[in-house]
C-alpha cells in the first residue's frame, strides 16, 4: 500500500492513544496529510488535516480533544487522541490528496489519491 497506518488498539473512555501513519508510495513533504475514519453502517468522515505548511483544520467533533502533526524527514503522519469516547472508535486511515494545502474541502473526500489500510480503534471500559 502508498501507507502504513500503526498505534491502534483498546482505550477506555476518557483514555489516549496516538496513531502513525508512515508513507512509501508517495513522499509526502509537499502535501496536505489527513486522516478519516469509518465505523461499521457509517460513511466514512475527515477528521483532521494538516498541509504541507502545517496548517490544520479538524472535525469540530475532535478540534479540542485531537492534535494532528507530520514529520517530513521520517515521511510520517501522527494523530494524538485524547478524552477518547465512544464515538471515537473506528478504523481510522490517513490520506492524501496531493494538494500543498488543506482547503475547505479536505473532508470531502473527493480528490483521494492515496489511502493507507487503516488501523482499528476500539473504545470499551
Known amino acids: 500500500g502508498a501507507a502504513v497506518e500503526s498505534g491502534g488498539g483498546l482505550v477506555q473512555p476518557g483514555g489516549s492513544l496516538r496513531l502513525s501513519c508512515e508513507a512509501s508510495?508517495?513522499?509526502?513533504?509537499?502535501?496536505?496529510l489527513m486522516w478519516f475514519r469509518q465505523t461499521p453502517g457509517s460513511e466514512r468522515e475527515g477528521v483532521s488535516c494538516?498541509?504541507?505548511?502545517?496548517?490544520?483544520g479538524y472535525a469540530y467533533s475532535v478540534h479540542d480533544r485531537f492534535t494532528i502533526s507530520r514529520d517530513n524527514q521520517q515521511k510520517s503522519l501522527f494523530l494524538q487522541m485524547t478524552s477518547v469516547s465512544f464515538d471515537d472508535a473506528g478504523v481510522y486511515y490517513c490520506?492524501?490528496?496531493?494538494?500543498?494545502?488543506?482547503?475547505?474541502?479536505?473532508?470531502?473526500?473527493?480528490?483521494?489519491?492515496?489511502w493507507g489500510e487503516g488501523t482499528l480503534v476500539t473504545v470499551s471500559s
Open positions: 490520506a492524501t490528496d496531493m494538494k500543498r494545502f488543506c482547503g475547505d474541502t479536505w473532508a470531502a473526500q473527493d480528490d483521494i489519491q492515496y
Open positions: 508510495g508517495f513522499t509526502p513533504d509537499y502535501y496536505a
Open positions: 494538516i498541509s504541507s505548511t502545517m496548517g490544520t
